[in-house]
């Protein structure tokens, strides 16, 4: 069973470009989750998805930020315009249920860096 | 809120040497407590999980043991390899409400031969 995939691996743009991450993730799984870790500091919760509808997004940390699941399955998140302090890793993870007891799991991330 | 303190690194040890890497975390409810282990160049793996008090959580000569009375998930080994060197992140997972893992800061882990 494939896990959860993002895409791209890496990433390297200039300040004010866009950029869009990709996340599959494992089949059957309506939760999916984005996260990122930014400069060596803690991972931080970005927001979470039931299937198509946003459930929490309250770590999105401003507007440059869209993130969509259309169809409640494969996700992107975009960032427009990038600034240098969204360089960092981008996380996506996903599980089955809601809870506790279920275990969430996580891609590889997408490195990102806004130069 | 949900809140994890993990110890500060980087640990430096020499092979074979005895690990902790403390981790306290403050919650409402019963959280379900991880460690999660992040190696060069690659993403998260969940290491090991306790999912309610004095529940052991192991894997990999890991262990973890979730202790309520001092709010305390500490990571041990007992010899370590220069294969573990990695970053670690303890995280917990609250059981009111929906799902969303609070990390704690992360621990980088050296092991020297």
Known sequence: EAGVTQFPSHSVIEKGQTVTLRCDPISGHDNLYWYRRVMGKEIKFLLHFVKESKQDESGMPNNRFLAERTGGTYSTLKVQPAELEDSGVYFCASSSGTRSGNTIYFGEGSWLTVV | ?113
């Not at chain 2, 959580?57 to 370590?80: D, P």
């Open chain 2, 1 to 113: 809120g949900d809140s994890v303190t993990q110890m500060e690194g980087p640990v430096t040890l020499s092979e074979e040497a005895f690990l902790t890497i403390n981790c306290t975390y403050t919650a409402t409810g019963y959280p379900s407590l991880f460690w999660y282990v992040q190696y060069p160049g690659e993403g998260l793996q969940l290491l090991l999980k306790a999912t309610k008090a004095d529940d052991k959580g192991s894997n990999k000569g890991f262990e973890a043991t979730y202790r309520k009375e001092t709010t305390s998930f500490h990571l041990e080994k007992g010899s370590v390899q220069v294969s573990d060197s990695a970053v670690y992140f303890c995280a917990l997972l609250n059981s009111g409400g929906y799902q969303k893992v609070t990390f704690g800061t992360g621990t980088k882990l050296q092991v020297i031969p």
